[in-house]
């Protein structure tokens, strides 16, 4: 009788192939969204990092005043690095890109020499852009800022789109997981029901009964 019952139950014993094939792979996906996840940070730090300021100076601006300028503007939180750019630089970089020399229409230099400086990523949204330009603003040999105001809004949407989207698919794929865990549960026990109902009968309890099936299934 022993070993019937025991052949009987190498029969029905299920397979749990496609369950354990199903979970891998969910949890390799869940994985891989991860990994997207801490690289999308580290790219995003990268882009909030390229984001660029330009503070002009008016004509009028002793270089004693610029550099008092240069200084402060270094000393902030929000700037992670500050280069002071005079009138003949900013013509060789509008050259370099591939513009037209005015000297055929024009007898000066009508570029300003100005102060630019990256962001620190933190600082790298509208209402930080927009103090900044009010605080700088008020130095006299300020006469205007410019920030690239159009990419700060795209990135940042872009950003939080891309976050809601990664945090639903993880969500997603878990839930999937528990339900395929579950079933193989499940099938475990219906395979095994008449062991099962042998087991209730001389007094097993529940957590006695469902261990190994949870043990096999996780």
Do not use: H
């Amino acid at each position: 009788m022993i070993e019937i019952s025991k052949t009987s139950m190498r029969r029905s014993k299920p397979s749990y192939f496609f369950s354990i094939l199903g979970v891998a792979s969910l949890l390799i996906l869940i994985g891989i969204l991860g990994w997207f996840a801490i690289n999308g940070s580290k790219l995003e730090s990268y882009f909030r990092g390229s984001v660029q300021v330009n503070v002009y100076l008016r004509e009028n601006a002793s270089q004693e005043d610029i550099d008092q300028l240069l200084s402060s503007i270094q000393s902030r939180p929000y700037a992670a690095s500050a280069t002071f750019t005079t009138k003949e630089m900013a013509k060789e970089n509008y050259m370099k890109d591939g513009n037209e020399d005015w000297n055929k229409v024009l007898d000066f230099n009508p570029l300003p020499a100005s102060i630019d400086f990256k962001l620190k990523p933190d600082y790298v949204n509208r209402d930080s852009l927009v103090n900044i330009t009010a605080d700088l603003s008020q130095n006299i040999i300020v006469s205007d800022v410019r920030y690239p105001d159009e990419v700060v809004g795209n990135l940042n949407s872009v950003v939080r789109k891309v976050g809601w989207a990664l945090l639903g698919a993880v969500t997603l794929l878990g839930i999937l997981v528990l339900i395929l865990i579950d079933n193989t549960i499940k099938l475990a026990m219906f395979s095994n029901r008449f062991l099962i109902k042998t087991m209730q009968m001389v007094g097993a309890t529940r957590w006695f009964i469902c261990k190994p099936f949870d043990i096999k299934a996780v």
